[in-house]
Every structure is written in structure tokens, then in C-alpha cells.
């Protein structure tokens, strides 16, 4: 398993959130509006989602034990929302044969993600599941609602995205989530101490 830990990054909030910002800034620059739109939004509420139930529990506890649940795996929806994206994006332009594989392909790297924190004793299947189902939603609904009248990506927005994509990952160094988690826990419920992931 060790040979393949390095696989589970892919779905860390520090790889994940530049990508999907630089992502934004491809379909901005050129002019996806639709798209971009729609991914923004889903994506925004669905990593939002992962945040607020990460929160909930940490503040409240209760979770689902019986399925060993406590709240939605963050890489495991960022790798399965980002990297269909991607992936989808890259292929655009060619045959709707290369679209569907790309997609497959980034669909296989998330569920690739989900299983690798399960046997790493990171989430249970339920965490990581949910977590998968959540990215795929926000990939698939994003193509669905706004890739109308998309057939291809200007390559000249790869430097708007490039630009993203560092600066989110510089941003990413300091941003702290899990503590910021846990201060908003304390905050909303009063407490000193915190239920553990």
C-alpha cells in the first residue's frame, strides 16, 4: 500500500481547490459562461458541503456509527469532481468517443481515491462513497447544465488557468482547513473540546 499512498494527495484540498480555480479560469477565458457558471456553483456547494459536515461532527458528534460514517470525505469529492473535469476538458475537440473515456478515466481516478483512504484506514466505504458520489455530481451536473454549445476550450485560456492554479496553490499554503474547521466547531457550539474525525 505504501507504493501507492502517494496516489492519495490527488484528492488533497491543496491539489484539488487551485485545480478546480484553475479550471474556472480556463472556462472563464474562454468565455464558457455556461459551464463556468455551473461548476463554480456546484462545486463551491459541494465542497461547501464537505466542510459543513465536517463541522457538524466535529462539533456535535452522532455521524451514522453503524456504518462507520462521521462526515463526507473531502479528497475523495474533490479527486471525483475535479479530475472528470479535467479530463472531460482536455478531450474537447475531438470525437465524443475521447470525451466519454476521459471522463470514465477521471471518474476511475476518484473512485481510485475513495478505495486508496478506505484501505489506508483514512474513511470508511459510507465516508468515502459519499464523497465519491458527491464529486461525480458536481463533474457529471456540471457538464450536463452547462456544457450546451461547448465543443472546444481556446488553449489560450491555459494561461489565465496556469496563473490560477499557482496562485490558489500559494493561497492553499496557509489556509488551514482542518483548523478553521475546528474554530468554527468551537464557535457554533461552545465547546473547548471537539468529536475526532
Not at 35 to 62: C, D, H, P, Q, T
Request: glycine share 14%.
Amino acid at each position: 500500500m505504501s507504493e501507492l499512498t502517494f496516489l492519495l494527495h490527488l484528492g488533497d484540498p491543496r491539489v484539488t481547490m487551485p485545480l478546480g480555480t484553475a479550471l474556472l479560469a480556463w472556462m472563464l477565458a474562454a468565455r464558457a459562461w455556461r459551464l463556468a457558471l455551473w461548476w463554480g456553483l456546484l462545486l463551491g456547494a459541494g465542497l461547501g458541503l464537505v466542510a459543513v459536515s465536517k463541522i457538524v461532527f466535529l462539533g456535535w458528534g452522532g455521524g451514522v456509527p453503524m456504518l462507520g460514517y462521521k462526515a463526507l470525505s473531502g479528497h475523495a469529492a474533490g479527486a471525483s469532481a475535479v479530475f472528470p473535469m479535467l479530463f472531460w476538458m482536455l478531450a474537447l475537440g475531438r470525437a465524443d468517443g475521447w470525451r466519454e473515456r476521459a471522463l470514465r478515466l477521471g471518474l476511475g481516478v476518484g473512485a481510485l481515491t475513495g478505495a486508496l483512504l478506505v484501505a489506508d484506514d483514512q474513511h470508511s466505504v459510507a465516508e468515502a462513497l459519499a464523497g465519491c458520489l458527491l464529486g461525480a455530481a458536481i463533474s457529471l451536473g456540471s457538464i450536463r447544465l452547462g456544457a450546451a454549445g461547448v465543443s472546444a476550450l481556446s488553449l489560450k485560456g491555459l494561461l489565465p488557468a496556469m496563473g490560477a492554479l499557482l496562485a490558489t496553490a500559494w493561497l492553499m499554503k496557509w489556509a488551514h482547513l482542518g483548523y478553521w474547521m475546528i474554530r468554527a466547531a468551537r464557535l457554533l457550539t461552545g465547546n473547548t473540546q471537539v468529536y475526532p474525525l
